[in-house]
Structure formats: structure tokens, C-alpha cells
């Protein structure tokens, strides 16, 4: 009868293989993180920049501070009603900011003055500051 000495290093707790039980932690991980409304975004970024970004990541407040930028440079067409039917043939929910002050402008004709809401109006203002010096030149 062949007698096995055990291995060296930390006992075994658990009966199933190391690799299973990666798995499992790693699935409960993203089980959590997506209860916790977290998703992983990957980008491809320059090394200089990805490192900046690291450590950008670390400071408090750095997440509300990106809200905003992205607020003022990626807009929602669905949040505003004349935009989302002047974007009627583009797939994608966000355009840039010039994107929207441009279709505003070449399609001013078609924008409904009276469905004109104080948040679409407030973007259009804010857009035609950013980018036409103030002007919608309609």
C-alpha cells in the first residue's frame, strides 16, 4: 500500500481545483460589481496617458469630475426630443457636442420651436457658446 506524504505549502480547504475556484470567485466578483451598477470599460490608450489615467483614478472625486466632462462633451439624443428626430438616421444614442450644434444648425428649419424644452434649449445655448462663439447662425 502506497502512502502519500502531503505537499508542502498552505493545507487544502476547499475539494474543488484551484483553477474551479478562480472561476467562481472571479464570476462573484462580477456579480457584485454588477449589483453595484459597475461596469469594466477598456480602452487603448497611450502609455503616458493610461498611466495618468491610473493614478487620475485615485483621486476622490475624479469619477464626478469625468461626469462632467463627458456632460459637456457627449450628448444624449434621446434626453432631448428635437435632436433625437433630427438624429432619426444614426444609430448611436450619443454624438459629440460639435456633432449636435452642427445639426442644430444646418437643420434649424425643422426644429419645433414650441417643443422646445428648457434642458434642450439650455444645450442648444450652451452648444452655440462652445462652439459658435455665442451664434446659431440660422
Avoid: S
Avoid at 502506497?2 to 474543488?16: D, H, Q, S, Y
Avoid at 478562480?22 to 469594466?40: F, I
Avoid at 503616458?48 to 450628448?75: K, M, N, Q, S
Wanted: net charge positive; aromatic share 6%.
Amino acid at each position: 500500500m502506497k502512502t502519500t506524504t502531503p505537499k508542502p505549502g498552505r493545507p487544502r480547504t476547499n475539494p474543488l481545483p484551484r483553477a474551479e475556484q478562480l472561476r467562481r470567485a472571479k464570476r462573484a466578483q462580477r456579480e457584485r460589481d454588477r449589483d453595484a451598477g459597475l461596469v469594466l470599460c477598456q480602452l487603448k490608450l497611450g502609455k503616458g496617458t493610461a498611466e495618468r489615467l491610473r493614478h487620475a483614478i485615485a483621486i476622490p472625486g475624479f469619477e464626478a469630475e469625468l461626469a462632467d466632462f463627458l456632460e459637456e462633451e457627449i450628448v444624449d439624443v434621446c434626453d432631448h426630443p428635437n435632436l433625437r428626430l433630427l438624429c432619426w438616421n444614426r444609430a448611436g444614442r450619443f454624438i459629440t457636442g460639435r456633432d449636435a450644434f452642427g445639426l442644430y444648425e444646418r437643420n434649424w428649419r425643422l426644429v419645433d420651436r414650441a417643443r422646445l424644452g428648457e434642458r434642450e434649449r439650455g444645450l442648444i445655448e450652451r452648444l452655440a457658446a462652445r462652439y459658435g462663439n455665442g451664434l446659431l447662425n440660422v
